[in-house]
């Protein structure tokens, strides 16, 4: 019996503690008609030793090929450290923080988390963090309606850079509340939001999302739009990537007087690619707001001796406690992973993280010299960008993917799914984790590739 | 504090030297789009963050290092090969948005984690998506609200909750547009059928049940009650935060329950992690089947291969929750959890899940300690009230928590449900030993006998811990959410 410890004579003495003849016994108040026998449809067990066989096969059938793929998940050396530590049983398998006093590693942890997402956002307060970036767009849109008490609308505005996903994830969650995206034009030159669009922008809105950098690695004008809301009445929310946060302006830097709230996917700080998940999003925002914010919030206060401590606060925003009028459902927050960021930003530090940020900008810059350099190759935008680039092919761009795909390179991200517009678009992305020798090899795949099926 | 704070061991121009990379050149990036401060990020050496937080760790209490009864969470035993083996280097480094040429291996895990899944609830078809518990909620109530309006039915926007729900409940009706009716209990623990006739009519969407509830006891008029909601048009929603204590013994698709949402952290033993990541998968009828949320992942016919099942070929689907599919390291580990269990191990974790309660229940009770519902089966997890020691004694339930941990024992979940007073809900799981339950037995009757004698001594508690009781109101008061650095002193 798998991880059950029960000996037959301790099934014989409980039963007799309880006074009952058998373990069916303690089943008499279900309904006999509901009752089943067998659990068809469920495999036998497999002992340790045959599912790490099964497992094995099916990671190696995954292979490990190299990746350009970024579009909002992205690979990042992960010391060995991070998930060494954040997988120690203390961290792995506890619970929640309810009870403070004996949670005051998991507590201290979120603590050193909150301060370090206010540092890298350059805003007040953080929370303990929510599922992952997109949920948390979501989550930051609902709070912009609720804090905006300035305007009487439920409409959101998107810059144009923003991640596609992350505009069909919040309206999945919060449509059913009335909520309304609209989306700026993309000014096709520099693929960042269209500027002039805004003169003739005429419908009231709670809030400004801008993704910095953009969806497809440019970066947008912030100060401009941050300003631009703001003599609105709007709120700014921000979209970034924590990464770039080590070297790009702070969500509240932005503009006259900074994004109001800042949101994102955690992933790139120490979360390893996996399928897409379990990430996390983070959540920050001016003081005033806190008390809209969803999700957990840990606080330092002090104990019966004043030492100081550790405690979950300001929860009588959550559902256990308000239920129907609460800020949101969310219950949990993404604590493993945020405990393996925590681990990861303390790791990187300011140098460090500085270092992936223009490493990874560089090599990404890299590839895209070298790929432009081969016929029927182009760069979509001008402009600066962070860590991707999107790129025209002279062809579709389905096919060449999985050619290349069959020499284990995963070539970038195909945009003609999500913005047809762009015509045969390719989305690229070179890490840190790229060598000369890896770019260099992603040119000539690419380059046989296109001169093969050209001749 | 027993552990400073990491920024207060950060001295300027430390660092662990092999995490980064080597300097790169200049960037083109105008000096506009540049931050012209450096994050306040600790500078600090590689042995440092090691030991910092390893010891943090040891602050905490865990399943692996403690008996942790928390009501309604499934504090069960996390098998590390669980973990190892969602590591593996194929599945862990796999980018989301590969190709399903490279992810045949994951594919086929998550597809046979969908029908082993539909197995043991009886639901027609499954969607991994949802990130937690409370986010599969939310997709339920979003999917029994799209049900009723592509009918027309645009009116049914009324979700009845028993008062005894978690507060996820009311709340996600909240967030997806719908009113909340709460439902009284009857004395008995079940929901009052008088009370339930007069609260169904055309505005009734549905009504959330979790079952056994969360009063530890199961819900005997299931069917009675399937039959009022369904007679007025409502639907069926299961809660299936209990679903550990009927598995393998009755499921929610027989009891003709719409959708369900499970919790792999708890049924399925994946992490808790501190708070998360949850997970928590969807499963339908057929009523619902074509409004599940997407990406899910479908097989071939033909020639067996995997793959997306997505807008286009669900087009009634309410959405995706998140930005790529959900929680999938999370679902690898319930993955192989499910497969090491097997058919006749999950018969088996419901059964001795709900025999490690009620002889715990037994016990307590033989020592004198009040059930809140003495008549009743235990589930896999019951209530015990300590209002008659808080209003003569007045050392309360949380007293009696705080006194459990000096004894290394976590406390068990303290007031709540919400209609019991000075409530501990008491959920031992099918993984500990009779030895664990007895320990925990004897430590709440010397507990009970200190707080007759020495009332003082259990209200001061915890002794042992790394700090003593913490002021919640100060916290709340004065809002220290984020550590700066102390300002320099004035020369």
């Not at chain 1, 579709?396 to 970038?412: D, F, K, M, N, T």
């Not at chain 1, 590739?449 to 050209?454: E, V």
């Not at chain 2, 009828?285 to 074509?290: A, T």
Request: hydrophobic residues 40%.
């Amino acid at each position: 019996m798998p991880f059950i410890p029960h000996t037959e004579d301790d099934v014989k003495s409980m039963l007799q503690t309880i006074g009952v003849d058998s373990i069916e016994q303690l089943f008499d108040e279900i309904p006999a008609e509901l009752r089943i026998d067998e659990l068809v449809g469920v495999p036998d067990a497999l002992c340790e030793m045959e599912i790490t066989r099964l497992m094995r096969a099916r990671s190696r059938q995954d292979g490990t090929p190299q990746c350009f793929i970024g579009a909002g998940a992205y690979e990042h050396h992960v010391p060995s450290a991070v998930w060494d530590i954040a997988t120690r049983g203390e961290f792995y398998s506890a619970y929640t923080p309810y009870q403070a006093e004996a949670s005051q590693g998991t507590l201290q942890v979120i603590y050193e988390y909150q301060s370090m997402i206010t540092a890298l956002t350059a805003l007040d307060v953080s929370n303990a963090s929510l599922y992952d970036g997109a949920s948390a767009l979501a989550e930051a849109a609902l709070m912009s309606v609720r804090a905006n008490r300035k305007v009487k609308t439920s409409r959101v505005l998107l810059a144009a850079g923003v991640n596609p996903t992350y505009e069909k994830v919040a309206h999945a969650i919060s449509g059913n509340q009335g909520l309304v995206f609209d989306r700026l034009p993309l000014d096709r030159h520099t693929g960042t939001t269209d500027l002039a669009a805004l003169a003739t922008y005429d419908q009231e809105v709670v809030a400004l999302v801008i993704q910095q950098p953009s969806f497809f690695g440019t970066l947008e004008p912030i100060d401009r739009l941050t300003d631009w809301a703001h003599q609105r009445a709007a709120l700014v929310i921000a979209v970034v990537n924590p990464t770039s946060l080590a070297i790009l302006k702070a969500p509240g830097h932005w503009g006259a007087d900074g994004a109001d709230i800042a949101c994102g996917e955690g992933q790139p700080l120490g979360i390893p690619l996996s399928s897409g998940g379990p990430y996390f999003g983070f959540m920050a925002c001016e003081k005033s707001l806190v008390r809209q914010m969803p999700g957990r919030i840990v606080g330092r206060t002090t104990d019966l001796e004043d030492k100081p401590g550790f405690t979950l606060t300001l929860q009588a925003r959550e559902q256990h406690i308000r239920r129907s009028k609460a800020t949101s459902n969310i219950c949990t927050n993404q604590g493993l992973m945020v405990t393996g960021a925590t681990i990861y930003m303390s790791l990187l530090g300011q140098e460090g993280l500085a270092r992936v940020a223009q490493r990874s900008q560089q090599n990404t810059a890299q590839l895209a010299a070298k790929l432009t350099s081969i016929k029927g190759v182009t760069r979509l935008f001008d402009g600066p960008h962070f860590h991707e680039v999107a790129l025209g092919l002279d062809r579709p761009v389905g096919p060449v993917l999985r050619a290349l795909a069959g020499q284990e390179i995963l070539g970038g991200f195909d945009l003609s799914a999500s913005h047809p517009e762009l015509g045969n678009a390719l989305l690229v992305c070179a890490t840190e984790t790229k060598t000369a020798d890896d770019l260099e090899r992603y040119r000539r795949a690419l380059s046989d590739i296109l001169s093969a099926s050209r001749k | 504090m027993p552990e400073k704070l990491i920024f207060e061991k950060s001295r300027p121009g430390r660092r662990a030297y092999a995490q980064a990379p080597a300097l790169a050149t200049a960037t083109d990036i105008p000096a506009e789009f540049l931050r012209q401060d450096r994050p306040m990020l600790p500078e600090v050496s590689e042995l440092q963050v090691v030991r910092h937080y390893t010891r943090l760790s040891q602050l905490n209490f865990s399943i692996d290092t403690n008996f942790y009864p928390l009501g309604s969470c499934t504090m069960k035993y996390n098998p590390r090969a669980c973990n190892a083996l969602a590591m593996l280097p194929g599945l862990l480094n796999r980018h989301p948005l590969g190709p399903v040429s490279h992810g045949q291996g994951f594919l086929a895990c998550m597809y046979e984690l969908q029908e082993m899944l539909k197995a043991v609830t009886g639901m027609r078809a499954v969607s991994l998506t949802p990130m937690a518990g409370a986010q599969g909620e939310l997709a339920g109530v979003a999917m029994i609200r799209a049900y009723h309006v592509s009918r027309g039915d645009h009116e049914r926007n009324e979700i009845i909750v028993p008062d005894a729900a978690h507060g996820t409940n009311p709340a996600t009706a909240t967030m997806c547009g719908c009113i909340v009716r709460e439902l009284a209990t009857g004395a008995d623990g079940d929901v009052d059928i008088e009370a339930l006739k007069q609260a169904v009519g055309p505005k009734t969407a549905g009504i959330m049940l979790t079952n056994p509830s969360t009063l530890g006891v199961f819900e005997r008029r299931i069917i009675e009650i399937r039959r009022i909601v369904n007679d007025a048009g409502g639907l069926l929603y299961y809660d299936g935060a209990n679903l550990n204590a009927i598995l393998g013994k009755v499921r929610p698709g027989d009891m003709e329950f719409d959708v369900i949402h499970m919790n792999l952290h708890k049924t399925f033993s994946t992490p808790h992690g501190g708070g998360g990541p949850g997970s928590g998968a969807v499963g339908v009828g057929k009523r619902l089947r074509p409004f599940l949320p997407i990406p899910v992942v479908g097989r071939s016919d033909t020639d067996g291969s995997y793959h997306w099942l997505t807008e286009k070929d669900l087009p009634q689907s309410i959405g995706r929750l998140s930005g790529f599919m959900g929680n999938a390291g999370v679902l690898l580990r319930a993955y192989v959890y499910m497969r090491m269990v097997g058919r006749d191990g999950m018969r088996r974790i419901g059964e001795f899940a709900t025999l490690n309660a009620n002889y715990l229940q037994s016990r307590l009770r033989a020592a004198g300690f009040e059930l809140a519902f003495p008549e009743r089966r235990a589930s896999h997890e019951f209530i015990i009230t300590l209002k008659t020691m808080a209003r003569t004694l007045h050392v309360t339930a949380m007293d009696v928590a705080k006194a459990l941990l000096d004894e290394g024992l976590h406390a068990p979940t303290t007031y709540f449900p919400l209609l019991v007073p000075e409530c501990l809900l008491i959920e031992p799981t099918e993984t500990e030993t009779r030895e664990a339950l007895d320990r925990f037995a004897d430590a709440m009757i010397a507990i009970a006998e200190r707080a007759k004698s020495d009332p003082a001594s259990v209200q001061g508690a915890p002794y042992k811990m790394p700090v003593r009781r913490l002021d919640d109101v100060k916290a709340a008061r004065n809002l220290d959410l984020a550590w700066r650095p102390e300002p320099r002193p004035e020369l």
